[in-house]
């Protein structure tokens, strides 16, 4: 059964307008959450990561994501978007299991962002 | 630095050869993990490893093998009978300790079948 779910494979905004990228996941546990970004032939960076301390997370480059847990989701934000932000964006979660409780991650399938001038 | 270093950057592989990837983290990290990335299939888990020799299959192992005699590196090996190999690969590790486990990735090797 999969885990992630990005709602979206492909997004595409203007620059200087809001940004959002949609995550569900499911889970029988309380897992930990993250956003990572990749920009093309490039390794995975870090953007934010939910740790149960808060549920709106602010991380790098502006963005910010919401965990809903009575909705099961993690969704991404941006209140306004950058040339730079064009790139493929993973939600990817650990924990969701008893067998993977101690860290293996799943990835949504990601979404593309194209930003427009 | 502390990071993951992978290499090469990009290999080419001859039908039927067997070629391995290298990925060396320096961040005292206990698991590592190896992805394979296609276009538009996100990242699958090849294998990973909890500890020093100890490693488990992910949900695409058949034709890569891999091997951990030091917790500092996890090189993984595409043999002659992994059928498609040609694409990204990525390294990463991470601490499973606590609400944290964020990982860190590698920048990645790609591979080319000739």
């Known amino acids: 059964a999969q885990s992630v779910t990005q709602l979206d494979s492909h997004v595409s905004v203007s620059e200087g307008t809001p940004v959002l990228l949609r995550c569900n996941y499911s889970s029988s546990y309380s897992p930990s959450l993250f956003w990572y970004v990749q920009h093309p032939n490039k390794g995975l960076q870090l953007l934010l990561k939910?740790?149960?301390?808060?549920?709106l997370v602010k991380g790098i480059n502006g963005f910010e994501a919401e965990f809903k847990k009575s909705e099961t989701s993690f969704h991404l934000t941006k209140p306004s978007a950058h040339m730079s932000d064009a790139a493929e964006y993973f939600c990817v979660v650990s924990g969701t299991t008893a067998t993977d409780s101690w860290g293996k991650l799943q990835f949504g399938a990601g979404t593309q962002v194209v930003v427009t001038p | 630095d502390g990071g993951i270093t992978q290499s090469p950057k990009y290999l080419f592989r001859k039908e039927g050869q067997n070629v391995t990837l290298s990925c060396e983290q320096n961040l005292n990290h206990d698991a590592m993990y190896w992805y394979r990335q296609d276009p538009g299939q996100g990242l699958r888990l090849i294998y990973y490893?909890?500890?020093?020799?100890?490693?488990q299959k992910g949900d695409i192992a058949e034709g890569y093998s891999v091997s951990r005699e030091k917790k500092e590196s996890f090189p993984l090996t595409v043999t002659s009978a992994q059928k498609n190999p040609t694409a990204f690969y990525l390294c990463a590790s991470s601490t499973p300790l606590g609400d944290s486990t964020e990982a860190f990735f590698g920048q990645g090797t790609r591979l080319t079948v000739v």
């Open positions: 939910y740790t149960s301390a808060a549920t």
């Open positions: 490893s909890q500890i020093v020799n100890d490693f």
